[in-house]
T-cell receptor, first 113, second 115 residues
Framework: GENVEQHPSTLSVQEGDSAVIKCTYSDSASNYFPWYKQELGKRPQLIID?????GEKKDQRIAVTLNKTAKHFSLHITETQPEDSAVYFC????????????FGAGTRLAVHP | EAGVAQSPRYKIIEKRQSVAFWCNPI?????LYWYQQILGQGPKLLIQ????????DSQLPKDRFSAERLKGVDSTLKIQPAKLEDSAVYLCASSLDVAGDEKLFFGSGTQLSVL
């Protein structure tokens, strides 16, 4: 079946450094790629998303890049802060379905002061 | 804007017992989803409704799980009987039924522990 692979599973950085999380997807018809942040014990919240007709999107310290040919997309966080510590999930839309998303396994990001 | 509401927040049951979860989506959101999130994994879609009709339930273990969305608003997810491997967080989410707006909004989830 279709799947999304996410790497790394854990990531530890010093405050102020950059963090990069990568995902690959298998459904060539996927055209929507959101990223969710989930703090401990809380609901996943959308932080940024990108559509297949765009190669890059930025929102302050967060950016997402998409390579449709290679079927991978990445989340970039610059100038990391302790409050960025959370689990981040990537997702990709599936063809043939209404707003159906398949999620990666998640990356636990720890930002150390 | 009120978010997706879920209850209960936590539930502990013994295996073979029954349990039910409730979800109230964001007002005006036609599409409602139930996801299962096992510890250390990403959310996995169990069932998706559009209004009160099922769009996708291919991953729902139908021998023990059931869900309904009466009147196209609130939804309940039931497990009967529960197994140890059902221990997980059950997330409800909703979205607008608008082309080009696939944003999912999640509830806080129900954490189920099956002993």
């Amino acid at each position: 079946g279709e799947n999304v692979e996410q790497h790394p599973s854990t990531l530890s950085v010093q405050e102020g450094d950059s963090a990069v999380i990568k995902c690959t997807y298998s459904d060539s018809a996927s055209n929507y790629f959101p990223w969710y942040k989930q703090e401990l014990g809380k609901r996943p919240q959308l932080i940024i998303d990108i559509r297949s007709n765009v190669g890059e999107k930025k929102d302050q310290r967060i950016a997402v890049t998409l390579n449709k040919t290679a079927k991978h997309f990445s989340l970039h966080i610059t100038e990391t802060q302790p409050e960025d510590s959370a689990v981040y999930f990537c997702a990709a839309s599936l063809s043939g379905g209404y707003n159906k998303l398949i999620f990666g396994a998640g990356t636990r990001l720890a930002v150390h002061p | 804007e009120a978010g997706v509401a879920q209850s209960p927040r936590y539930k502990i049951i013994e295996k073979r017992q029954s349990v039910a979860f409730w979800c109230n989506p964001i007002s005006g959101h036609a599409t409602l989803y139930w996801y299962q999130q096992i510890l250390g994994q990403g959310p996995k879609l169990l069932i998706q409704f559009q209004n009160n009709g099922v769009v996708d339930d291919s991953q729902l273990p139908k021998d023990r799980f059931s869900a309904e969305r009466l009147k196209g608003v609130d939804s309940t997810l039931k497990i009967q009987p529960a197994k140890l491997e059902d221990s997980a967080v059950y997330l409800c989410a909703s979205s607008l039924d608008v082309a080009g707006d696939e944003k999912l909004f999640f509830g806080s989830g129900t954490q189920l522990s099956v002993l």
